[in-house]
């Protein structure tokens, strides 16, 4: 890679850690009572798992693990009931530079819609794993992003993080395929040119490599990837 480049890669890296203070209201300050005494708050019931199996483990050539979630417009998605469908996983941050850049003008622009128009048995589905009060939460964020790049499927938002660490996201973007029978078929990084700069200088589609062999009923040659961008921000 060139200096400029290298430069450029470490600016992105640094805008990456970026992060939003909860609002005011998440963070409310109370008087105590006259009396100088104290209750702690109620303990919140743990929200029910996202995941069918909250053990499950995501594995090449394993099912993929099961899971329902919210999306940025309100409505569910169960992963599951697309069986028959090749479906596209996206680990997705849209105030991340990587992100930005390949929606902006790099090879994610448009990928999704060219995708599931030429192919229908395509369901393309965006993950967003960032926890409240992290960089890219929360649904208007997402849904504003969708609007800017014209995005026509479901951004599923993963606050507590557990469908991300089955996967072993680490990364947005971080690409994922499941094949038409529920296996993981490849997970990695979308090619080999963060920034558009490629790692020995000619750019291998990685991703887009995988997705034409799944859909051609033959095997992914390479079907276990680095990926690169910012790291997922998961609450912990």
Known sequence: ??????????LALTACDGA?????????????????????PPTPASAPSPLADPSAVAAIGKPA????????DGKTVKLSDLRGKTVVLEWFNPECP???????????KELAARTTAASPTVAWLAINSGAPGKQGHGAEVNLAAAK???????????ET?????????????????VDAEGALVYRGGLDNAPMGEPDGGTRVALFEDALAAVLAGKPVTTADTRAWGCTVKYAK
């Open 161 to 177: 993080g557990a469908v991300g660490h089955a996967y072993g996201a680490t990364n947005t973007p971080h690409m994922y395929i």
């Open 1 to 10: 890679m060139t200096p400029r480049t290298l430069l450029a890669l470490a």
């Open 20 to 40: 939003k203070p909860p609002p005011a209201s998440e963070t409310p300050t109370k008087t105590p009572p006259a009396g100088g005494e104290t209750k702690a």
């Open 148 to 158: 800017t790049w014209s995005l026509a499927h479901p951004i599923l938002l993963d």
């Open 98 to 108: 990587f992100v930005k850049a390949a929606h902006d003008a790099g090879p994610l």
């Open 65 to 72: 693990p099961d899971f329902t979630l919210a999306t940025a």
